[in-house]
């Protein structure tokens, strides 16, 4: 059973940094891309980043360019999510995943920048 375990969220002024982890389990993690997606109030999934499974390929949303960074450990099966620059509109739950849908996905990690 594929678990993700996302964390590090929490409350930031603009123009701040989060870390991200995510924790996986139950499937092939060194063999798997992984995602991340977000979620913001009344709004619907949107994909943020991803990483091929050697980490050697990256893509990221346009609007996080430059401020986001995703990584990965595979001897620890963890994906991570360096964020700075933090906006408001970056506020939302984010979730990892093995697909840029968004599916499967953990319980996610709210992020949420006041100015």
């Known amino acids: 059973e594929v678990q993700l375990v996302e964390s590090g969220g929490g409350l930031v002024q603009t123009a701040g940094s989060l870390r991200l982890s995510c924790a996986a389990s139950g499937f092939t993690f060194s063999a798997a891309y992984m995602s991340w997606v977000r979620q913001a109030a009344g709004q619907g999934l949107e994909w943020v980043a991803s990483?091929?499974?050697?980490?050697?390929?990256?893509f990221y949303k346009d609007s996080v360019k430059g401020r986001f960074t995703i990584s990965r450990d595979n001897a620890k099966a963890t994906v991570y999510l360096q964020m700075n620059s933090l906006k408001r509109e970056d506020t939302a739950a984010y979730y990892c995943s093995t697909s840029r849908g968004g599916s499967p996905r953990g319980q996610g990690t709210q992020v949420t920048v006041s100015s």
């Open positions: 990483i091929s499974p050697s980490g050697g390929t990256i």
